[in-house]
């Protein structure tokens, strides 16, 4: 596999092919984001990728699942993600999966017909990066959009049939009263998006970003693990669709909970209750075991 820079990419998509059609995000001015500050974006060639696909085939043989890198793939032209998409079914016969990071401006660049056309094709999920459902707090940390916009973006996916798994930040406002905002406003949009996933992160500040020197400055607080667990539980109280899959198993997060709203709601609750009430330390994940 030729891969230019640092890999990232779903924990879901661990057993997944990574083919790199774009380099770096499209985007890439988010600030709390520190993905892909050292690459300029640029597309790869066609010839590149379909390179990349035959070297795969000689390596793996077959395959069942792939994920296109890097940061934002869906900004390719539409007819250059068919020409991807065909390449790799017609050269793995047993692909079922084929996902991609999307974001909300280069989603809604495109028309319901090339989405739909693309989820013909065979782009099965798509990872959007919501993070919030407060407009102010999306200018904020420059994502944009506004929150309208993104609810538009998420929609137009689960519309076109593409398996929707919407990415939101525990933590994101900081301590103090805008928390409680935040998590009902990603409530409230996760509501009116209907997409099958939601997976939580918390807020971890990395070197080189806007955040991480807002935090060196004083601008920033960042909240503790109790007061995430505070924000998640407002963001349960307030989910009320029913068969959303929630991913909070992240390595970011202090409580990994997993488990599907609105069927496992009071078990996840429950979890949740019980740290803040006893405030046991030994509960949570350590920052080694976060990764930090």
Known sequence: MRYKGNIYRPFSEANSYLLQCTIGCSHNRCTFCGMYKDKKYRVRSLDEIKTDI???KDYHHDIEKAFLCDGDAIAMETGMILEILHELYSTFPSLRHVGTYVGPQSTLAKSMSELGSLREAGLTKAYLGVE???DALLKEIRKGVTAQEMLQAGKNLVEAGINLSSMVL???????PRSTEHAIATAEITNEMRPQYLAALTVTP????????QVRHGKFEVMDAFETLEE????FEH???DNLKFVGIHASNYLPINGTLQ???D???AKINTVLETRDRGMLRGDHSRGL
């Open 263 to 265: 069927k496992d709601k």
């Open 132 to 134: 919030t459902g407060d």
């Open 232 to 235: 998640m539980k407002v963001l």
């Open 170 to 176: 525990l933590g994101l406002a900081g301590k103090g």
């Open 206 to 213: 990395v070197p080189n970003t806007v955040l991480y020197d």
């Open 239 to 241: 989910i009320t669709i």
């Open 54 to 56: 035959r070297m795969a």
């Open 267 to 269: 078990e996840m609750l």
